[in-house]
């Protein structure tokens, strides 16, 4: 129990920190903080890694494999189009 | 390495991906957020590689170059028209790693009964119905996005009392795995009902309101990467998905407000065209004034001060290279131009800057609605381009409207008002618009990018 509620501490500060950062982020940019959010939330990987990792069964292997295919294209897809899009947001000449 | 230190890991990664979306705060800072966000990641990764306990390293290798090459591929290809679609399949393939890792979980943790907690098992559950919700109703999403057969199938009647029920059998099998663990051919059941719920939950909802279904799958995408972090009692995972979570929940808010409507009216009701609203030949009878590119040219001449207001269509005419050149052409004669953005006008939150940054447009002259309505009684001439619902004065004045109290461009405030459009067509709204007959306003009846073409013609030739 003492784990759930450490955890639980962290979850809700976090979505307070998350609704301070986010909330000054312009409208101009809103695309961008979606495909960059978007990239973070490919954390999933790492649970994935340890997953796959473990050699556990087969079947066990398997959707770990899966699952780090599925987060990679997230993680490197979205950090790499977030950032194509930012090198086009460019101030006057 | 010990787990202290990947502990330690973890957590400069998670502060370097709240420094990385503070850096979104600018367009200068930005490059540079991205990048930290990335550094974070590449972080979290190498400490869990390093962590130990790790045997199969070949396939975990194999995975990673697959979705890497994958990953690449789709970044680098994309067409910025394309990024609701983009950002949609991303959203809906981290939904799924997260479900496929708690399965996995799950099947680990079988093997000591004794070991299952409540957190675990709660998690676990909702884990699978979020992350399959996401993967199933980001894949509708793209679908419609992209145009694909069948797009405009808005489901059957009665579809949202199938959805409760699915809901409610969700409730009912998460709840076998909370009492009964592990209850592993339960857990792909959840997931199976739950993708159902996923298609049904997003197939009712019509084309412009896409922006605020991204959003809101965006958020989901966050909550199960969190509800995952429960199931493995990882901190950088728990932090991460809250993050995510409360971004596309603060966009979702956004989009909906841009619209005036609620969340659940978005969701689940049908929208527009309802007969209250004014007829469109009442309005337009003999008050439409069509013009020529000679006249605008001659209009805009006279013009210091012009507002571009884009719309969707735009983008959809590929116009936005044109309406550059045009912008160019006006201001190398002493004109003053800027763009009016409104929330909703691209199809995903701040779609249109995108479109335009990429046209090399600066963004200081990306001016927000909020921002520029106050100054549209001081522009000489509006041009509204691709847009309709977003500039019909019917939001303010007529409370039976189904777009009453939505805001919108004050275009009708401006002295002169061009709208660009092949026809007197309606919007996503279904009602017709009283600017396109106003007195100030006149219509250039063509397609987006050959008029703009004409338009910088007929300017080259006075």
């Given at each position: 129990?003492?784990?759930?509620?450490?955890?639980?501490?962290?979850?809700?500060?976090?979505?307070?920190?998350?609704?301070?950062?986010?909330?000054?982020?312009?409208?101009?940019?809103?695309?961008?903080?979606?495909?960059?959010?978007?990239?973070?939330?490919?954390?999933?990987?790492?649970?994935?890694?340890?997953?796959?990792?473990?050699?556990?069964?087969?079947?066990?292997t398997l959707l770990g494999v899966l699952a780090i295919i599925l987060a990679t294209i997230n993680v490197v897809g979205g950090f790499l189009v977030t950032h194509r899009m930012l090198a086009m947001f460019r101030r006057k000449r | 390495m010990s787990a202290t230190w990947q502990n330690l890991a973890y957590l400069i990664a998670a502060v370097l991906f709240i420094l990385g979306l503070k850096g979104l705060a600018h367009p200068r800072s930005a490059p540079r957020g991205n990048l930290l966000g990335a550094l974070g990641m590449l972080l979290?990764?190498?400490?869990?590689?390093?962590?130990?306990?790790?045997?199969?390293?070949?396939?975990?290798?194999?995975?990673l170059a697959i979705g890497g090459v994958i990953g690449l591929v789709l970044a680098l290809k994309v067409q910025m028209t394309a990024m609701p679609q983009m950002v949609a399949l991303l959203n809906g393939f981290g939904g799924a790693a997260s479900f496929l890792v708690a399965a996995t979980a799950l099947a680990l943790q079988a093997e000591v009964p004794a070991g299952f907690t409540l957190q675990f098992?709660?998690?676990?559950?909702?884990?699978?119905?979020?992350?399959?919700?996401?993967?199933?109703?980001?894949?509708?999403?793209?679908?419609?996005?992209?145009?694909?057969?069948?797009?405009?199938?808005?489901?059957?009647p009665g579809v949202q009392l199938v959805n409760i029920v699915l809901v409610l059998l969700c409730v009912a099998l998460g709840w076998i795995i909370v009492a009964q663990p592990p209850a592993i051919g339960v857990y792909w059941l959840l997931v199976l009902v739950a993708a159902v719920l996923g298609v049904l939950l997003v197939v009712p909802i019509g084309g412009a309101d896409m922006p605020v279904v991204i959003a809101l799958l965006n958020s989901y995408s966050g909550v199960a990467a969190a509800a995952t972090g429960f199931v493995l009692s990882n901190s950088v995972l728990i932090i991460s998905g809250s993050l995510v979570g409360a971004s596309g929940l603060i966009l979702t808010a956004?989009?909906?407000?841009?619209?005036?409507r609620s969340l659940p009216n978005v969701l689940f009701a049908k929208f527009g065209g309802e007969s209250s609203a004014p007829k469109a030949d009442d309005i337009y009878e003999g008050k439409v004034k069509a013009t020529t590119a000679e006249?605008?040219?001659?209009?805009?001449?006279?013009?210091?001060?012009?507002?571009?207001?884009?719309?969707?269509?735009?983008?959809?005419?590929?116009a936005q290279y044109a309406v550059r050149d045009l912008a160019n052409l006006l201001e190398s004669?002493?004109?003053?131009?800027?763009?009016?953005?409104?929330?909703?006008?691209?199809?995903?939150?701040?779609?249109?800057?995108?479109?335009?940054?990429?046209?090399?447009?600066p963004y200081e002259k990306l001016r927000e609605m909020d921002d520029i309505n106050p100054e549209m009684a001081q522009v000489d001439v509006a041009i509204v381009l691709g847009a309709n619902d977003v500039v019909n004065p019917l939001a303010r004045a007529d409370g039976n409207s189904p777009i009453a109290g939505m805001p919108i461009i004050d275009a009708d405030k401006a002295r002169q008002v061009v709208v660009v459009k092949r026809s007197l067509s309606p919007g996503?709204?279904?009602?017709?618009n009283p600017l396109f007959a106003?007195?100030?306003?006149?219509?250039?009846?063509?397609?987006?990018n050959k008029a703009v073409q004409e338009i910088i013609a007929a300017v080259k030739a006075t």
């Open positions: 129990m003492e784990g759930f509620i450490a955890a639980l501490t962290i979850f809700v500060l976090a979505i307070f920190v998350g609704f301070e950062v986010i909330t000054k982020v312009p409208p101009t940019l809103h695309t961008p903080l979606m495909s960059g959010s978007n990239a973070i939330s490919g954390i999933t990987l790492i649970g994935a890694l340890i997953a796959a990792g473990m050699g556990h069964t087969w079947l066990t | 979290a990764i190498v400490a869990t590689l390093a962590g130990g306990g790790i045997i199969g390293w070949g396939w975990i290798f194999v995975g098992t709660i998690a676990t559950a909702a884990s699978g119905v979020v992350g399959s919700v996401t993967f199933w109703g980001s894949l509708v999403a793209f679908w419609k996005l992209q145009g694909l057969p069948g797009e405009n199938w808005q489901g059957f956004i989009m909906c407000k841009a619209m005036n006249e605008l040219a001659m209009m805009l001449e006279d013009a210091r001060r012009v507002v571009f207001i884009p719309g969707y269509g735009m983008a959809v005419a590929q004669r002493g004109i003053n131009v800027e763009y009016a953005i409104h929330p909703v006008a691209g199809r995903m939150p701040g779609h249109m800057n995108v479109l335009l940054a990429e046209a090399n447009v996503y709204a279904g009602i017709p106003a007195d100030n306003t006149v219509m250039f009846f063509n397609d987006g």
